[in-house]
C-alpha cells in the first residue's frame, strides 16, 4: 500500500491539452471523487466527464484509468485530459491534491515503476535520456536503453564473469593441487570479457559527442576571417566582425545543428605573437581549446603570404583531424598554397564574404557526419554507468593479472568486484543514494 501521488506531466504554461497523472492505491477512489461521467469508467478506455471541487465544475476533460500492474508506474492510475490553460489546470490538480493525492515529487512515477518492477533503473534512465533528446543520434541512444540493450549485454557479461568465478574458486577448493592446474582458458575469457568492457567505455565517447556536440574549433591568425565564417554557419551575427586585428580575445562557443548533429563552434583568439596580455591569455585559451576539439577548421588569410603565425596554426594542427579553408578567394592570391596542401590532405579556396552557406558547409560535411554509432548492442549512455564500467574494466584487469600469475585468491577476489561493477551498471545493485541522484535528474510528473 503506497501513498497516492499526483502532478501535472504536461509541461507548464498555456497549450492545447494538459496531463494530470495520478497514481496509488486510492487513484481510483480519488477519481470518483473528483470526475464525473454519464458513461462509467472502464479500464484503458478514455471517458468524457467533467472534473470538479466543492466550487462546481473546474473543466470538461477525458480521463483514462489504467488498473495496476498494467500501468507505467505499476499502479492504479488515472490519467486527466484537460483544457491546456494553466490556471484550469492548476485548480484541477489542486482538487484532486485535495480529494486525497499528495503532490508528486521529481521523477516520482517512474521511480515507482521502478519499484515495482516495471522498469529497471538503466531503462528509468534511458526515459530522462529520451525527455532530453536533443537530436536525432541523441533520441537514438535513449531508445537503446529504453529497450534493455545495455541490461542484455550487462547480464551476459556477468554470466560469463560469474562462471569464470566458480572454476577458478573451484581450483581454490583443491589448493595442494594448483601446480597441476591449467586455468589458461578462464584466462582468456577473462581478457576477452575486458576487451569488451574496455570498447563500453570507449563507445561512451560517442554518446558524450552526440549528448554535448561535436567540438569543432575556429583557428586561424587575426583577420583571417574566423568571426566571419562562424557568423555564415551559425547564419546570424555571433561574433564581432572587425578589420581591428585581436578583436577576439576568448574563445566564444556557438552550440548548432549542423546535418542533424548538434555541434559546438568555438571561434578563438587569432594565433599571434602579441605583447598584449589580455589578447596573450586568449591565445593560450585557443591553444587549449584546439587541444580538445574533435576537429580543427584552419583559417588562413590567401590574399596574404603565410607568416610564422599561420606556420603557428599549421603545428597546432599536426597530429589531430582538421582541415584548411583558406579564405579570401575574392581577392588576389598571395598565400603559398603549396605549402597549404603539403600541411592538409583537405584544403578548399574560399570566400566567407561571398560564398553561401551551402559552399562552405559542404566541404565541412564529411567531418561532421562521419560515422553513423550503431547503438543496438547496448551503449553507456550516462556517467554513472561510465564510473561503473571503469570500475569493472579496474577489477578485470586486476584479475587477468592475477590469473596469468596464478594467484587464484586474488583473480576470485577481483572477479567477485567485477560482478559487484556489473551489477550496479546493470542498475540492479545500487543504493539508495545513486537512486535519487538518478531521479533528481528527471521533471515533476514523469
Ligand atoms: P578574424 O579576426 O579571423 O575573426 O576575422 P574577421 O572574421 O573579423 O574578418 C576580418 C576582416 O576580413 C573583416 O573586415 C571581414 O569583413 C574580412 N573578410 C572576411 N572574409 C572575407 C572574404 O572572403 N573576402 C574579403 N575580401 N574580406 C573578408
Known amino acids: 500500500m503506497t501513498d497516492t501521488i499526483a502532478a501535472i506531466s504536461s509541461p507548464r504554461g498555456t497549450g492545447g491539452v494538459s496531463v494530470i497523472r495520478l497514481s496509488g492505491s486510492d487513484a481510483a477512489e480519488i477519481t470518483r471523487r473528483v470526475f464525473k461521467s454519464d458513461t462509467t469508467m472502464q479500464n484503458r478506455v478514455m471517458t468524457l466527464g467533467t472534473l470538479f471541487d466543492e466550487s462546481g465544475v473546474i473543466d470538461e476533460c477525458l480521463a483514462v484509468s489504467f488498473a495496476a500492474p498494467k500501468s507505467y508506474t505499476g499502479e492504479d492510475t488515472t490519467e486527466f485530459f484537460c483544457h491546456g490553460g494553466a490556471f484550469v489546470t492548476e485548480t484541477a490538480l489542486a482538487a484532486i491534491i485535495k480529494a486525497g493525492a499528495r503532490l508528486a515529487e521529481a521523477g516520482e512515477f517512474t ?68 601446480d597441476d592446474i591449467d586455468i589458461s582458458a578462464e584466462t582468456a575469457v577473462i581478457a576477452e570479457i575486458l576487451a569488451e568492457t574496455n570498447q563500453l ?44 586585428p585581436g578583436t577576439t580575445r576568448d574563445a566564444v562557443s556557438h552550440v548548432i545543428s549542423l546535418f542533424g548533429k548538434k555541434v559546438c563552434l568555438w571561434d578563438t583568439a587569432g594565433i599571434r605573437d602579441t605583447a598584449d596580455d589580455i589578447e596573450a591569455s586568449g591565445v593560450q585559451i585557443a ?68 560564398d553561401d552557406y551551402d559552399t562552405v558547409t559542404a566541404f565541412l560535411r564529411p567531418f561532421i557526419v562521419g560515422d553513423t554509432p550503431v547503438f543496438e548492442g547496448g551503449v553507456i549512455a550516462n556517467e554513472r554507468q561510465f564510473a561503473a564500467v571503469v570500475h569493472a574494466s579496474e577489477h578485470l584487469s586486476a584479475a587477468l593479472s592475477a590469473s596469468e600469475s596464478g594467484a587464484f585468491d586474488a583473480c576470485g577476489v577481483s572477479l567477485e568486484s567485477t560482478l559487484n561493477a556489473l551489477l550496479e551498471l546493470g542498475g540492479e545493485q545500487v543504493s539508495d543514494k545513486i537512486i535519487c541522484e538518478v531521479f533528481s535528474r528527471f521533471c515533476v510528473g514523469k
Open 111 to 178: 521511480k515507482r515503476a521502478l519499484l515495482s518492477g516495471k522498469l529497471t533503473l538503466t531503462e528509468a534512465e534511458a526515459v530522462a535520456d529520451i525527455i532530453n533528446a536533443d537530436s536525432r543520434p541523441a533520441l537514438e541512444v535513449g531508445l537503446s536503453g529504453r529497450g534493455g540493450a545495455l541490461v542484455k549485454r550487462v547480464r551476459s557479461l556477468a554470466e560469463r564473469v560469474t562462471a569464470v568465478a566458480a572454476a577458478v574458486s573451484a581450483v581454490l577448493d583443491y589448493p595442494d593441487e594448483t
Open 287 to 354: 591553444r587549449r581549446t584546439a587541444d580538445d576539439a574533435a576537429l580543427i577548421v584552419a583559417v588562413f588569410d590567401g590574399s596574404r603570404p603565410l607568416d610564422d603565425d599561420d606556420r603557428e596554426i599549421m603545428k597546432l594542427c599536426c597530429g589531430k583531424t582538421s582541415l584548411c579553408l583558406c579564405n579570401k578567394s575574392d581577392l588576389p592570391r598571395l598565400a603559398d598554397m603549396e605549402t597549404l596542401r603539403r600541411e592538409f590532405a583537405d584544403i578548399a579556396e574560399v570566400s566567407f564574404k561571398n
Open 201 to 244: 567505455e570507449r563507445d561512451f565517447n560517442i554518446v558524450r559527442q552526440i549528448r554535448d556536440g561535436l567540438n569543432v574549433v575556429i583557428l586561424g591568425k587575426p583577420n583571417a576571417g574566423k568571426s566571419t565564417l562562424l557568423n555564415l554557419i551559425a547564419g546570424f551575427e555571433r561574433a564581432i566582425v572587425t578589420d581591428t
